[in-house]
C-alpha cells in the first residue's frame, strides 16, 4: 500500500522568508511524486512533479521540491515566500504497481504574513 | 478553453435522497476520478476511471456509484446508503500514465439537510 504523510497542519512564515512545507511517501515501486495546491473553496492546482532523474525539481509560481530517496521525502521550498503563496498545499504519491491510483497527504495550510 | 467543469457549485438535498454530481472534461483524458474532501482528511478517493465503460472503487467508495458512457463524462451519484455526504467532491482527469499530473475540476460542495 502507498501512503503520504505531511507532518505539519499549518506552517507560517513571513513575507520574504524561505518557506519549507515537509512530505514523506512509502510506496513499494519506483515513486511519482507530486505537489498541489489549493486556494479557498477552489479545486486543485498542479504545482510541480518528480519522475526521474535530478532530484531538485522546479514549478510553477517560483516552488521547487527536493526528492530525496534515502530519507522517502519531497519537501516543497521556496526561496523568498510571498503573502499570495497562502493556500493549503498537498503531496500526493503514485506508482505503477497500485493501478494508477493517487495518495494524497492530509495538507499543510501555509500563511505567510507581511 | 480546456477543463474541467462540475456542476452546480453548490447543492441542498434532503436526508434520503439520492443526487447527481455533474464531471466534464475537454482535455481528451483518459482518466477520470471523484475524490471527497473533508476538513483536516485531505482528499479520498471515490471511484476512478481509467477508460471509457469501465472503472473501480476508490477507498471510500460505499454509498457512491459512477458511470462511464463517455470518455468525456463522469457523473458521481451519492446514493441514500451514504451515511455522512456533507462534504466538498472533486472530479479531475489525466492521462492514463502513472506519471501524469492530474487537473482538477472547481468542485461541488454538497449539503444534506
Known amino acids: 500500500a502507498q501512503s503520504v504523510a505531511q507532518p505539519e497542519d499549518q506552517v507560517n512564515v513571513a513575507e520574504g522568508n524561505p518557506l519549507t512545507v515537509k512530505c514523506t511517501y512509502s510506496v513499494s515501486g519506483n515513486p511519482y511524486l507530486f505537489w498541489y495546491v489549493q486556494y479557498p473553496n477552489r479545486g486543485l492546482q498542479f504545482l510541480l512533479k518528480?519522475?526521474?532523474?535530478?532530484?531538485l525539481v522546479k514549478g510553477s509560481y517560483g516552488f521547487e521540491a527536493e526528492f530525496n530517496k534515502s530519507q522517502t521525502s519531497f519537501h516543497l521550498k521556496k526561496p523568498s515566500a510571498l503573502v499570495s503563496d497562502s493556500a493549503l498545499y498537498f503531496c500526493?504519491?503514485?506508482?505503477?504497481?497500485?493501478?494508477?491510483?493517487?495518495?494524497f497527504g492530509d495538507g499543510t495550510t501555509l500563511t505567510v504574513k507581511p | 478553453d480546456g477543463g474541467i467543469t462540475q456542476s452546480p457549485k453548490y447543492l441542498f438535498r434532503k436526508e434520503g435522497q439520492n443526487v447527481t454530481l455533474s464531471c466534464e472534461q475537454n482535455?481528451?483524458?483518459?482518466?477520470m476520478y471523484w475524490y471527497r474532501q473533508d476538513p483536516g482528511q485531505g482528499l479520498r478517493l471515490i471511484y476512478y476511471s481509467q477508460i471509457v465503460n469501465d472503472f473501480q472503487k476508490g477507498d471510500i467508495a460505499e454509498g457512491y456509484s459512477v458511470s462511464r458512457e463517455k470518455k468525456e463524462s463522469f457523473p458521481l451519484t451519492v446514493t441514500s446508503a451514504q451515511k455522512n455526504p456533507t462534504a466538498f467532491y472533486l472530479c479531475?482527469?489525466?492521462?492514463?500514465?502513472?506519471?501524469?499530473?492530474?487537473?482538477f475540476g472547481p468542485g461541488t460542495r454538497l449539503t444534506v439537510l
Open positions: 518528480y519522475i526521474t532523474g535530478d532530484n
Open positions: 479531475a482527469s489525466s492521462g492514463r500514465s502513472e506519471t501524469n499530473e492530474q487537473f
Open positions: 500526493a504519491v503514485r506508482d505503477r504497481t497500485n493501478a494508477g491510483k493517487s495518495t
Open positions: 482535455l481528451n483524458h483518459d482518466a
